[in-house]
């Protein structure tokens, strides 16, 4: 069974400062993607990364993924309130053939930024 | 706003009741999942269907059985649930196997 390490489980701030989630396993991914869950909605997909080393950004969020495709992280610039959520890492590992769809998730960061 | 659709958002049902659950997406997307998710824990894959065929099932209980009538439409069967099975039931569709999935709101589901 692989495994998707995410850290840290829990992360408490105040409005305007910097964080990073990091998520790490053994294995090599084909992909991964990084997913924002608000209570009472579904994951909302923020970014997939493909290319070992890829660094994208999307408005105060970098998403970077190592050169050996086995670890990824998410860097929040000055959090605001309206980031708070759970944060899900999750990704399809290359076992030399298809994961068939199978998506394995990390164990999720629970983000709340205070105002 | 979702564009994977699921309905209802919220169901009651008892033990002995016979339930469905439904979702909808117009994307063209080939691959259509079911999911249960517990209270700020990860998604748990139940079923994977590729091109309208079950390609995924994890082992799941067989109260709970899905369908795929279309490319467009994915249903999940609920019948002689357990309260255990109260539970966020998200589903999730893909262009095709291995690629990014994109999740509806879900359906709050409560066994009593």
């Known amino acids: 069974t692989q495994l998707l390490e995410q850290s840290p489980q829990f992360l408490s701030i105040q409005e305007g400062e910097n964080l990073t989630v990091y998520c790490n396993s053994s294995?090599?991914?084909?992909?991964l993607q990084w997913y924002r869950q608000e209570p009472g909605e579904g994951p909302v997909l923020l970014v997939t990364v493909v290319t070992g080393g890829e660094v994208k950004k999307l408005k105060r969020l970098t998403f970077q993924f190592g050169d050996a495709r086995k670890d990824s992280s998410l860097h929040i610039t000055a959090a605001q309130p309206g980031d708070t959520g759970l944060y899900l890492c999750?990704?399809?590992?290359?076992?030399?053939?298809?994961?068939?769809?199978?998506?394995?998730f990390g164990q999720g960061t629970i983000l709340t930024v205070h105002p | 706003d979702t564009e994977v659709t699921q309905t209802p958002k919220h169901l009651v049902m008892g033990m002995t009741n016979k339930k469905s659950l439904k979702c909808e997406q117009h994307m063209g997307h080939r691959a259509m999942y079911w999911y249960k998710q517990k209270a700020k824990k990860p998604p748990e894959l139940m079923f994977v269907y590729s091109y309208e065929k079950l390609s995924i099932n994890e082992s799941v209980p067989s109260r709970f059985s899905p369908e795929c009538p279309n490319s467009s439409l994915l249903n999940l069967h609920l019948h002689a649930l357990q309260p255990e099975d109260s539970a966020l039931y998200l589903c999730?569709?893909?262009?095709?196997?291995?690629?990014?999935?994109?999740f509806g709101d879900g359906t709050r589901l409560s066994i009593l």
């Open positions: 999750a990704g399809f590992y290359n076992a030399g053939g298809t994961s068939y769809g199978k998506l394995t």
């Open positions: 294995s090599v991914f084909s992909s």
């Open positions: 999730a569709s893909s262009l095709r196997v291995n690629q990014p999935q994109h």
